[in-house]
């Protein structure tokens, strides 16, 4: 059996206690209800499935507001009946002992008018490159389709999303969640201000490193107003080239913001690592920026995703490269994880065709482990 015992010991996060490390990522799963975007009933029994005592959960994706939407399926937080929603699914989690946040999300370029309620979608800058590359797709009623053509957001818009972020903060707050994560990874749109290739401002908002990193830093300040430090979190992607990103010196720039972030004293850093596009394997090419680089520039609590396995997550938590492992795809088809990779079980593998459908299929028929039933 794999010596994974590493990833079994108590972990602090801010003011959240874990009793082990094996996270579960936020993961986009298309199930809640629309037209409306509010978790139900297949999202909660999806969910409790994955709690386990002392496990944090990051929920997926989950838009602020309307016109931050780019995915069908993927829940909200800015109406009451969505707080009601998370609320059933967060006290399922508390009652089997589990912690979970919030994943907090703007989709910026990354979207489609049939998604914002008509309205375009609004980037850093504008980059039609982007919407005529056959490669972007966004998931919209009845099919993938290309991005919708956006537009540059005005320095009056960009403040008025950081209060967008603001109230999704306190939605998630009503909603019972332990704290929210903001997704900065991906290519969405805090990743669409921090990295070159796609902000091409010249204001206070583009250019120098400093001033690309002052959209993120604001609704970092906005969480916290909200939370505390101690319950907010952030998620980066620093290699993630998905979704159209680059940037000139990503270690630069991620350098940069690890240190800006020191001064929050956040609940923890989420790193995706740069084996991981998306949520495909891919080759990390120079420049790239892992977890061991930031380590020694970040000082509080680190989690780091992508491509692990359970030897490798429990060797890269002995080794003090990272304090936690989120694994994404084997939480999709093994609801019981944590005890799988303790217990050293079989891991089922996952259907990648159902990663973004609708219903229960490939959703929350994933069974538990039972002995009988695999032999
Ligand atoms: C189906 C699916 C949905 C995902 N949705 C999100 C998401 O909502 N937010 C996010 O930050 N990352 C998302 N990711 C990325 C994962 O959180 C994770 O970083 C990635 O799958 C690599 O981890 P793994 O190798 O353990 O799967 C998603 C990945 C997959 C496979």
Do not use: C
């Amino acid at each position: 059996m794999k010596d994974t015992m590493g990833l079994f010991k108590p972990l602090t996060l801010g003011a959240v206690t874990l009793q082990h490390r094996v996270v579960m990522a936020p993961l986009t799963r298309s199930r809640s209800i629309q037209p409306d975007s509010i978790p139900g009933d297949l999202m909660a029994t999806y969910y409790d499935q994955r709690a386990s005592d002392g496990g944090l959960i990051v929920g997926e994706a989950t838009n602020i507001s309307i016109t931050s939407r780019g995915w069908l399926g993927s829940p909200g937080l800015y109406t009451a009946d969505q707080v009601r929603g998370w609320k059933r699914i967060v006290d399922r989690v508390h009652g089997k002992g589990g912690v979970m946040f919030a994943q907090l999300w703007h989709t910026g370029r990354s979207s489609h008018v049939a998604m914002t309620g008509g309205e375009p979608p609004v980037s850093a800058s504008v980059d039609p490159a982007y919407w005529r590359n056959p490669r972007h797709l966004v998931s919209i009623p009845g099919e993938w389709a290309s991005p919708s053509p956006h537009r540059a957001l005005t320095v009056a818009e960009i403040g008025a999303i950081v209060e967008d972020f603001r109230r999704a903060a306190e939605r998630a707050m009503d909603a019972g969640f332990d704290g929210v994560e903001l997704h900065g990874a991906n290519g969405y749109l805090i990743d669409q201000f921090l990295q070159d290739g796609s902000n091409m401002r010249s204001d206070d908002y583009g250019g120098s490193i400093e001033n690309r990193s002052r959209f993120p830093l604001a609704v970092v300040d906005a969480l916290v107003s909200v939370w505390g430090a101690s319950r907010v979190a952030v998620r980066i992607g620093p290699s993630g080239r998905w979704n159209g990103m680059s940037d000139s010196d990503p270690v630069a720039l991620f350098s940069h913001l690890a240190q800006s972030l020191n001064r929050f004293e956040l609940a923890y850093l989420h790193i995706i690592e740069p084996r991981i596009g998306g949520s495909e394997l891919v080759h990390a090419g120079q420049g790239a920026v892992a977890t061991e680089q930031l380590r020694a520039i970040y000082r509080g609590r680190m989690i780091s995703a992508g491509g692990f396995e359970a030897d490798t997550a429990a060797a890269a938590i002995e080794q003090r490269i990272t304090d936690a492992v989120a694994f994404g795809r084997y939480f999709v088809a093994n609801p019981d994880l944590p005890r799988r990779l303790r217990e050293g079980l079989p891991l089922s593998d996952y259907n990648r065709d159902t990663f973004y459908t609708f219903d229960a299929k490939g959703y929350s028929d994933y069974p538990a482990w039972n002995s009988s039933q695999f032999v």
